[in-house]
């Protein structure tokens, strides 16, 4: 697996990370063959949230890895808190208290990363800034940054953090991929000009964050997945053509279509199935020509100007 720095770390980090929301879903011999066919691919990078499962997903992934003290030395975990139900809470006491219970669930004492899951409207950055110097100094948490902010909610936090943040995971693929298309859509009088996001690409470019596109393969926000989707004839008919070129499946494709980006992303993969897994690893060798990558964006519905 092809690595990379994560953000202005010095963190190596694989290119494509393990999603582990659904790993609830598998029985213990099938989480324990997923995260290591995970392993053998050398995609070590396993991407958690506090809310998934309830915990429960970062319960099973401990007991597949068979946590250890040499197990978590080959492993680069990342967790996310602030979602509550029914609210977000970025307060200082509510992310001591979930990172305490994550490295509880994960059998572990420190998180490489640790994210904000979803922006707070209540955000003090003062909290925040308290939590992650705590966290800093406990050796509870190594590397620092967000999940699904804009560029000024990022500079609001930042008045306080001074923690480099590392990371910003984004909803971001073939089919949502308004943060790309807006860029060449300038001044125009259409849809695709729209700025719904703050510039948050080029933000994220410029500041050495790292983009990790979630739900890789979704069109909508879950409304399913566009690969096979009759819905989307022409797109997958010129994902089949390429990926027929490489010898590859479309879901090696798709996912290389996101690694082709300058922006030097990480795609984070949501799938529980050990040979979609490893579809997802080999888009790390696939490097698109910048026609084929137009051809994927285009074949898509969307325009050029």
Not at 27 to 47: I, K, S, Y
Not at 222 to 240: T, Y
Request: hydrophobic share 45%.
């Amino acid at each position: 697996m092809r690595t990379m720095k994560l953000g202005s770390s010095q963190l190596d980090v694989p290119v494509v990370a393990v999603g582990c929301m659904r790993i609830n879903a598998l029985d213990m011999t099938a989480a324990e063959r997923f995260v290591g066919a995970a392993l053998e691919q050398g995609a070590n990078f396993f991407d958690h949230a506090d809310i998934y499962g309830q915990g429960q997903c970062e319960e099973i992934f401990a007991d597949a890895v068979h946590m250890s003290a040499s197990v978590r030395e080959g492993l680069i975990l990342q967790s996310k808190c602030g979602i509550r139900p029914g609210m977000f809470d970025f307060s200082r006491e509510h992310i001591l208290a979930s990172v305490d219970g994550i490295l509880r669930r994960l059998k572990t004492e420190y998180l490489d990363v640790l994210l904000l899951h979803r922006p707070d409207a209540l955000v003090e950055p003062d909290e925040v800034a308290a939590a992650f110097d705590e966290l800093e100094r406990a050796g509870k948490v190594r590397h620092f940054g967000v999940s699904n902010q804009t560029p000024m909610q990022i500079e609001l936090l930042k008045q306080s953090v001074r923690q480099p943040l590392v990371a910003n995971q984004l909803q971001l693929s073939i089919t949502n991929a308004t943060m790309i298309t807006r860029g060449f859509n300038v001044n125009m009088e259409n849809a695709q000009a729209v700025d719904r996001d703050g510039g948050v690409l080029d933000y994220c470019r410029l500041h050495d964050l790292t983009i990790q596109p979630w739900s890789p393969f979704q069109f909508g926000f879950f409304e399913g997945v566009f690969l096979d989707n009759p819905k989307f004839p022409e797109l997958n008919a010129k994902i089949d053509e390429i990926a027929a070129k490489y010898g590859v499946s479309n879901t090696t494709i798709a996912l290389a279509w996101l690694l082709r980006h300058p922006a030097k992303m990480q795609p984070v993969t949501g799938t529980t199935t050990v040979q979609r897994l490893q579809d997802c690893c080999r888009a790390s060798e696939v490097h698109l020509t910048r026609e084929e990558w137009y051809a994927i964006l285009l074949a898509a519905g969307n325009t050029l100007p």
